[in-house]
């Protein structure tokens, strides 16, 4: 079946500017992960939603960043006022269940660049 | 502290050879798991493997194996007849139990290691 995927790939836009980026999860899964990777680090968790809440959002750097999943499913990363040290890939992660040893399963990522 | 360390930036392995990619980490909870992702130059983070604190058995998959020791608080990634197409970053991740450090399920990731297989 699909696996996660996410739009747009690439995304360029300007210090200041806002951004959405989308994740769209496998069918079925009802917890969805984002998370942002850095160059030459691993990811690092943003936010979590079981549903259409989201269950933990201690990751968020500050309030230019939100997330929402109104209907449990495709879920949407909003940044305000974009800053250059913003610019990194976001990762989507979907799994079936919220219990521990569940798989989580990544989409490609979206690659932000603010100039 | 850090809760994952990988303390190997990048490893050479020869086609065909066996390669053991280190992974140690940090926790006090009793329930966690241990996960190993590939990630190559594309970009999507592939899972490999899953160890659960309370496994008995070292997990593995297909040419994957991951070498859990508990005492020690290790869970290296072992890959078998390495291939061309295994030159990628690895990724060790653990998750925590919801009553420690505030996860709810979220991966805690290392730095990752990048192996190269040289034919």
């Known amino acids: 079946g699909a696996g996660v995927s996410q739009t747009p790939s690439n995304k360029v836009t300007e210090k200041g500017k806002y951004v959405e980026l989308r994740c769209d999860p496998i069918?079925?899964?009802?917890?969805l992960y984002w998370y942002r990777q850095s160059l030459g680090q691993g990811p690092e968790f943003l936010i979590y939603?079981?549903?259409?809440?989201?269950?933990?959002d201690s990751g968020l750097p500050n309030d230019r960043f939100f997330a929402v999943r109104p209907e449990g499913s495709v879920s949407t990363l909003k940044i305000q006022r974009t800053e250059r040290g913003d610019s990194a890939v976001y990762l989507c992660?979907?799994?079936?269940?919220?219990?521990?040893?569940?798989?989580?399963?990544f989409g490609p990522g979206t690659r932000l660049t603010v100039l | 502290a850090q809760k994952i360390t990988q303390t190997q930036p990048g490893m050479f392995v020869q086609e065909k050879e066996a390669v053991t990619l280190d992974c140690t980490y940090d926790?006090?909870?009793?329930?966690?798991?241990l996960f190993w992702y590939k990630q190559p130059s594309s970009g999507e983070m592939i899972f490999l493997i899953y160890?659960?604190?309370?496994?008995?058995q070292n997990a593995t998959e297909g040419r994957y194996s991951l070498n859990f020791q508990k005492a020690r608080k290790s869970a290296n990634l072992v890959i078998s007849a390495s291939q061309l197409g295994d030159s990628a970053m690895y990724f060790c991740?653990?998750?925590?139990?919801?009553?420690?450090?505030?996860?709810?399920?979220?991966?805690?990731f290392g730095k990752g290691t990048k192996l190269s297989v040289k034919p």
């Open positions: 926790t006090s909870d009793p329930s966690y798991g």
């Open positions: 160890q659960g604190s309370y496994d008995q």
């Open positions: 992660a979907s799994s079936l269940t919220f219990v521990d040893s569940d798989t989580q399963y």
């Open positions: 939603f079981q549903g259409t809440g989201a269950a933990d």
């Open positions: 991740a653990m998750r925590e139990g919801r009553n420690y450090g505030g996860s709810q399920g979220n991966l805690i």
């Open positions: 069918s079925g899964h009802t917890a």
